[in-house]
């Protein structure tokens, strides 16, 4: 109950910030794009991290106005490098509320208008949990492309979505979840289900970027098997802002 005051309280004071995992395109080995990744900064200094807060804020009806806050943050944080490089990209993450209730459409339109952004640059990702109301789903969806955003499918393999499903979801990639990575070079059983992703991805002539890349060995694998872009801990962890575009600039 007192974690649920504390995060009404944060959600009031702007507490949400943004860090930043680098992608890196493993053709080019250029790095052009980020994920934002939410945090909560208690005032104590500490951050909670999104896979305990997320669930919460969802449950208590908070989320939307979390991704407000991301929204901004991204357009406060990397709005001059948005501007500058017309290559840039950054993924923001959008809850099932975000996709029910269609309100990101005003939010992110209003945000990009004033900071000069074009919707081309920014993706969102959506999970299968968030399309849990189909419907609303899908027409966020379709107003979020219509405007020129692209969508990725989030944590992909975990759930039970298949061919037919993402076709008709109008999805323009597909992040391979990191289960799917860690098991890459090893006997573990679902390593085949990591060529079947891709295999499907293709298929629906999607882009594909893998998550939780450790080691050279999985890189290697995902570029010769045609996967273009990549996230994880070889390359960096999510970084704050100013960091991130260190990283970029000192990058390879
Ligand atoms: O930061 P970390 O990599 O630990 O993120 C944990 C999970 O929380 C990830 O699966 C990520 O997709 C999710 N997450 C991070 N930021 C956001 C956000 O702003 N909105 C939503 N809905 N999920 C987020
Ligand atoms: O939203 P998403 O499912 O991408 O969440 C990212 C989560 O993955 C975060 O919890 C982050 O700390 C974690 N993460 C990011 N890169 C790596 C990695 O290379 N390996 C592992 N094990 N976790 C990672
Ligand atoms: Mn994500
Ligand atoms: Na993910």
Not at 78 to 100: E, H, T, V, Y
Not at 151 to 164: E, K, N, Q, R, W
Not at 190 to 211: D, G, H, S
Not at 227 to 243: C, I, N, R, T, Y
Request: glycine residues 6%; negative net charge; hydrophobic residues 45%.
């Amino acid at each position: 109950l007192s974690l649920r005051y504390e995060l009404a309280a944060a959600v009031r004071k702007g507490a949400f910030i943004a860090h930043y995992q680098p992608i890196i395109d493993l053709t080019t080995w250029r790095c052009d794009a980020a994920e934002a990744l939410a945090r909560w900064q208690r005032s104590d200094g500490s951050h909670v991290p999104p896979d305990v807060f997320v669930p919460l804020a969802e449950s208590f009806g908070l989320m939307e106005r979390i991704t407000d806050q991301i929204v901004a943050a991204v357009m406060r944080d990397l709005g001059d490098w948005l501007r500058q490089d017309p290559n840039a990209l950054i993924g923001i993450n959008l809850s099932a509320a975000d996709l029910s209730t269609g309100r990101i459409l005003p939010v992110l339109d209003r945000a990009l208008s004033r900071s000069g952004v074009n919707p081309r640059q920014i993706w969102l990702e959506v999970t299968e949990h968030g399309m849990i109301d189909i419907t609303g789903a899908q027409i966020t969806l379709a107003e979020l492309h219509r405007r020129g955003h692209l969508i990725a499918i989030d944590d992909f393999g975990t759930g039970y979505s298949g061919l037919s499903y993402l076709q008709q979801l109008q999805i323009d990639a597909l992040k391979i979840d990191r289960s799917f990575v860690k098991v890459i070079g090893t006997e573990a059983p679902t390593r085949n289900v990591t060529q079947q992703i891709i295999a499907m991805a293709r298929e629906l002539n999607l882009k594909i970027v893998a998550e939780g890349v450790e080691t050279e060995e999985q890189a290697a694998y995902l570029r010769s098997n045609g996967v273009e872009f990549a996230q994880g801990w070889l390359f960096s962890a999510a970084l704050p802002a100013s960091d991130f575009l260190a990283f970029r600039s000192s990058w390879p």
